[in-house]
T-cell receptor, first 112, second 114 residues
Framework: GQQLNQSPQSMFIQEGEDVSMNCTSS?????WLWYKQDPGEGPVLLIA?????ELTSNGRLTAQFGITRKDSFLNISASIPSDVGIYFC????????????FGQGTTLQVKP | DARVTQTPRHKVTEMGQEVTMRCQPI?????VFWYRQTMMQGLELLAY????????DSGMPKDRFSAEMPDATLATLKIQPSEPRDSAVYFC????????????FGSGTQLSVL
């Protein structure tokens, strides 16, 4: 089925470092969402992007909706141990159906 | 806080048994999505509903899976008969729908089929 290509697949960084991850697709989306999942829980929404070129921040997190509408990135500045988890991008198809599909996830580990 | 409620949280069953997973979407939300999460496939979309009507269930194995919304406060996902390859975490998510969707997820049902 249709997929979003999310990279990197995993990251192991030192506390205090900045993190960057991205998603790309061959299809255009009209919404990009970024989620974080902790073990044993469902994904939690971090940031929602609705316009091409939009740059949105949520604390130490910043995400951008690519100009081509086919990509998005998420940055985390000054990482801390509680940033550990799996980060997912999700894209919503244009049109009335509102179908939302997810990338494969980026597993982030932070070394104190 | 409003949240999506899924039951049961864990289910262990034997191959061939029927499994029913339930979801209570956030009050006022009119879209409900079912996803399956495995290590190999990530989050796969199984089916989704808007205003209780199924919009797309192309991701669901039709021979054994069925999804319904008997009313606006309950969505169900059934597997009959279950197989070991169905072992996964099943998530329900709800949203307001529309062009700019935001989905809110439940805590999932962890299913193990022996």
């Amino acid at each position: 089925g249709q997929q979003l290509n999310q990279s990197p697949q995993s990251m192991f960084i030192q506390e205090g470092e900045d993190v960057s991850m991205n998603c790309t697709s061959s299809s255009i989306f009209n919404t990009w969402l970024w989620y974080k999942q902790d073990p044993g829980e469902g994904p939690v929404l971090l940031i929602a992007l609705y316009k091409a070129g939009e740059l949105t921040s949520n604390g130490r997190l910043t995400a951008q909706f690519g100009i081509t509408r086919k990509d998005s990135f998420l940055n985390i500045s000054a990482s801390i141990p509680s940033d550990v988890g799996i980060y997912f991008c999700a894209g919503q198809w244009p049109g009335n159906t509102g179908k939302l599909i997810f990338g494969q996830g980026t597993t982030l580990q932070v070394k104190p | 806080d409003a949240r999506v409620t899924q039951t049961p949280r864990h289910k262990v069953t034997e191959m061939g048994q029927e499994v029913t997973m339930r979801c209570q979407p956030i009050l006022g939300h009119n879209t409900v999505f079912w996803y399956r999460q495995t290590m190999m496939q990530g989050l796969e979309l199984l089916a989704y509903f808007r205003n209780r009507a199924p919009l797309d269930d192309s991701g669901m194995p039709k021979d054994r899976f069925s999804a319904e919304m008997p009313d606006a406060t309950l969505a169900t996902l059934k597997i009959q008969p279950s197989e070991p390859r169905d072992s996964a975490v099943y998530f329900c998510a709800s949203g307001l729908g529309g062009v700019n969707e935001k989905l809110f997820f439940g805590s999932g049902t962890q299913l193990s089929v022996l």
